[in-house]
């Protein structure tokens, strides 16, 4: 058990800036935090997580209030491996309602951990979960409804991995904290005197809470000291609302080699990398030619159809730069050099199997274009017309929306409306059949919890877990400050 958390540091102190990456000229650079690593086998299948305020410096000499999970600001990598019981202590200590969502992991609804899995201020919620899928990253964070955006943001959220012993076979890097690393990608608003700020009306409200300072595990333009060979990073976007658009800005080519709902077939080399709100995406970089890397992302344009970039301006909420740095070691040798060629077998997706097929509009409501400001601009306040929602409802805790049963198989045919929205459903890992009107991409093409949608997708799915009325599974937009105003759905399988 622990109560705190550590941080282990992937390099002794502080780390000379990288050529090449100027922008701080030559400024001593913060290590890559990375969170402790809790193993449920080596907690005998008990793992402890306490939600409560904290104090974290963004800023050095700083610091702000945040929230984390035994941890000032986010909380421990959580290992749990299939075939396992483990019974999960999660005890509130805020002074406010929380959950602790497995995003990613199947498990009964009653478990899942969503809005209507509240723990009180001060209570505790004790779920044993029975873990039962292939090797992964999954994550976890706070659910409560019409909360979830800011508590996020505040940083109650973590990774998880699920192990069955396939990467192990497989010889794919698994040295924890040195050639197997979190990334966890976020950005936030912080002010020059270091405090964390959360302002959800406004632009925020319809474009989600964005801001200009990005972060990796919690720290701004870290440095991770690698070893030369192949580096894995299991990537989280635990933004609210941005989507990374990833590349190294020495082109290199990364292999994706899993998505959402574990390894992809055979490696996926690419250049470039979209990640959006709570996807994960694992990839191997080669660093065996010793040469350092600098991990940056695009600007973010994903903004509501219609909105001038005027409208948007002294929100900060898209800027691209450089995100973290990789300094290979330049005697340490790796654990693995050499990239698989294939990973995994993957059972073929057939449609055919689907028994129904049902409609999932993403709506902001229809109305809500119509108001205009002074100068003809959109008027950002109140009086906006129906709230956003999903098939034109606005989410309902006491609505079941959808009613399969356990073992049906289902194609939701989803439709983004105003711009792109990243949409998840809890319960299932689906195959992505068609994003408008075509095959997915290959490093879509694995099995998926969230999927990014600028055009309608045919999204393939079969339940497998028990979801009654009084814990129905969520499905929403994980644009947070989305979800929060109602774009969200519950089904159940009874
Ligand atoms: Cu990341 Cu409804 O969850
Ligand atoms: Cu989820
Ligand atoms: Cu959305």
């Not at 990973?343 to 073929?348: H, T």
């Amino acid at each position: 058990m622990f109560t705190r958390r550590r941080f282990l540091e992937a390099s002794v102190g502080t780390v000379a800036l990288l050529g090449g990456c100027t922008a701080e000229g030559q400024n001593a650079r913060t290590a890559l935090p990375i969170p402790e690593l809790v193993d449920a086998r080596n907690q005998n299948g008990a793992i402890k997580l306490i939600a409560a305020e904290g104090q974290h410096a963004f800023l050095p000499g700083r610091p702000t209030k945040t929230y984390g999970f035994s941890a000032p600001y986010l909380g421990p990598v959580v290992r749990i491996h299939k075939g396992d019981e483990v019974e999960f202590t999660v005890e509130n200590r805020l002074d406010r309602a929380a959950t602790a969502h497995w995003h990613g992991v199947l498990v009964p609804a009653a478990l899942d951990g969503g809005p209507h899995a509240l723990i009180r201020p001060g209570g505790i919620w004790r779920p044993v979960l029975k873990i039962d899928q292939p090797e992964t990253t999954a994550w976890y964070h706070s659910h409560p409804h019409g909360d979830t955006g800011r508590q996020v943001y505040m940083g109650l959220a973590g990774l998880m991995i699920v192990e069955d012993g396939t990467g192990e076979r497989l010889g794919l890097p698994r040295s924890y904290g040195i050639d197997d690393l979190p990334i966890i990608l976020q950005d936030r608003q912080i002010d020059p005197d270091g405090s964390l700020v959360y302002s959800a009306g406004g632009p925020a409200r319809m474009m989600g809470m964005r801001g200009d300072t990005l972060l990796v595990n919690g720290a701004i333009s870290p440095v991770a000291k690698v070893p030369r060979g192949l580096v894995r990073l299991r990537l989280l976007n635990a933004a609210n609302a941005r989507t990374f658009d990833l590349k190294f800005t020495d082109g290199r080519t990364f292999h994706v080699i899993a998505s959402d709902g574990g390894y992809l077939h055979t490696p996926v080399g690419m250049t470039s990398l979209i990640i959006a709100p709570s996807e994960r995406f694992e990839v191997l970089v080669d660093f065996s030619n010793g040469k350092a890397g600098i991990l940056e992302t695009a600007p973010d344009d994903n903004m509501m159809r219609g909105m001038s970039g005027g409208m948007m301006a002294g929100l900060g909420e898209s800027v691209g730069g450089p995100l973290m740095s990789f300094e290979p070691h330049p005697t340490s040798a790796a654990t693995a050099s050499v990239l698989p060629q294939t990973l995994v077998p993957l059972a073929a997706v057939d449609p055919s199997r689907a028994i129904r097929r049902r409609r999932v509009s993403l709506d902001m409501g229809p109305s809500m274009m119509r108001g205009q400001g002074p100068g003809g601009g959109m008027r950002m306040g109140g009086g906006m017309g129906p709230p956003m929602g999903i098939n034109g409802q606005t989410y309902d805790m006491s609505r079941i929306d959808f009613a399969p049963k356990v073992g049906d198989t289902e194609v939701w045919e989803v439709t983004p409306n105003m711009m792109a929205h990243p949409f998840h459903v809890h319960g299932v890992i689906f195959h992505v059949l068609s994003i408008g009107g075509k095959a997915p991409a290959p490093y879509l093409a694995g099995g998926k919890d969230t999927i990014l949608l600028n055009e309608p997708a045919e999204l393939l799915m079969t339940f497998t877990q028990p979801a009654a009325r009084d814990f129905p599974f969520m499905f929403h937009c994980h644009i947070l400050e989305h979800e929060d105003g109602g774009m969200m759905g519950q089904y159940t399988t009874e």
